[in-house]
């Protein structure tokens, strides 16, 4: 993993809050949504069928535990689990807890409303907060 590197989009647009054995574990900068990104510590991946069988397991249960932290701190309508990289190539999967009450449901939530920062010091708080329901 010493070659692994984030890709800057990712960089710029997250927020670490932890590292998984395999993913780091990503806070979207948008407070709209309670939004993670996991991004496996593999090089030149991407697509889930890239990686190794063994990664592929890792993975699924990290998005698994992932899911069930925001579960537990959120109770949303919904899960919203994607790895799109459309715009990103380096492989990622978005969880994202929906509620039938935010502005994009039921859509997708790209480009639906502006990305809404987090007020000074709330994804921090966040953070903390999350880390023990996410295993971290």
Same mark, same amino acid.
């Given at each position: 993993?010493? =070659?692994?590197? #984030?890709? *800057? $989009? #990712?960089? /710029? =647009?997250?927020? +670490?809050?932890? &590292?998984?054995? #395999? ?7 948008d407070a ?10 593999? &090089? =030149?991946i991407r697509? @889930?069928? +890239?990686?190794?069988?063994?990664? &592929?397991?890792?993975?699924?249960? +990290?998005?698994?535990?992932?899911? $069930?932290?925001?579960? /537990? ?5 919904? %899960? ?8 990103? *190539? ?5 969880? @994202?807890?929906?509620?039938?009450? =935010?502005? /994009?449901? !039921?859509? *997708? ?6 990305? &809404?920062?987090?007020? /000074? ?5 966040? @953070?903390?907060? %999350?880390? !023990? #329901?996410?295993?971290?």
């Open positions: 993993m010493t =070659d692994f590197a #984030l890709h *800057p $989009q #990712l960089a /710029a =647009d997250t927020l +670490e809050v932890g &590292r998984y054995p #395999l993913c780091r574990v990503l806070l979207m900068m709209t949504y309670p939004w993670l990104v996991l991004v496996p510590q593999r &090089r =030149d697509e @889930i069928h +890239e990686l190794p069988p063994e990664d &592929r397991a890792v993975l699924m249960e +990290e998005i698994v535990r992932t899911t $069930q932290g925001l579960q /537990a701190r959120y109770n949303p309508t919904k %899960l919203n689990v994607a790895a799109l990289g459309n715009m990103v *190539p380096q492989l990622h999967v978005h969880v @994202i807890a929906r509620f039938a009450t =935010d502005p /994009a449901w !039921p859509g *997708p939530v790209w480009g639906k409303v502006p990305p &809404r920062p987090y007020a /000074a010091g709330e994804a921090e708080k966040l @953070i903390v907060s %999350l880390r !023990p #329901l996410l295993g971290l």
